[in-house]
């Protein structure tokens, strides 16, 4: 099956807020399968839903060690609902970052070194954790997407 097409910086989607992910159902499953798909395709560590034109809150992130970030864990890919930033460091972290929307840029994006977060699997079921690095990165770049928020309005 095709790829679902990436929606490009500058397109109304990208600007909204994510719509809270109610059903979960097999639709959302498939969503989440197409975007995991989109996501290895583009070698990227996470996407969210709004990139493939779809305005809901959810996103998929993942983390293998790559040319930037050449010690990041390895983690399978996570499918993330509705989630909730609950409580984040005051210490910050400068990392480079690059983003399916913005394609070919690389931007330098301070970010909360580690912070607490809260969110649903595909099933429904409640998750809490503290997330750091690299990952806690992944995490924050794909929130912000769900707020409508792109690297171009962090951009140092
Ligand atoms: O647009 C996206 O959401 C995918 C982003 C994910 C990302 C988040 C934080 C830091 C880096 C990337 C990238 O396009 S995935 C491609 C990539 C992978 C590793 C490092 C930099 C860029
Ligand atoms: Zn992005």
Not at 56 to 61: G, K, N, P, Q, R
Not at 63 to 69: D, G, Q
Not at 120 to 147: K, M, P, V
Request: aromatic share 6%.
């Amino acid at each position: 099956p095709p790829l679902l097409p990436i929606a490009l910086v500058g397109e109304a989607i990208l600007g909204q807020t994510a719509i809270a992910v109610q059903h979960f159902n097999a639709e959302l499953a498939h969503l989440a399968e197409q975007m995991s798909a989109c996501m290895e395709a583009a070698k990227g560590v996470g996407i969210a839903a709004p990139q493939v034109h779809s305005p809901l809150a959810l996103f998929i992130m993942a983390s293998r060690p790559n040319e930037r970030y050449p010690d990041a864990p390895n983690m399978a890919p996570v499918v993330v609902v509705n989630p909730q930033i609950i409580n984040v460091s005051s210490e910050l972290v400068s990392g480079e970052e690059g983003c399916l929307s913005v394609p070919g840029q690389r931007f330098t994006i301070q970010r909360h070194q580690a912070i607490e977060v809260r969110y649903q699997n595909l099933q429904g079921e409640w998750q809490q954790t503290e997330l750091t690095g690299f990952i806690a990165r992944i995490f924050q770049h794909e929130f912000d997407h769900l707020q409508g928020i792109t690297l171009l309005e962090r951009s140092l």
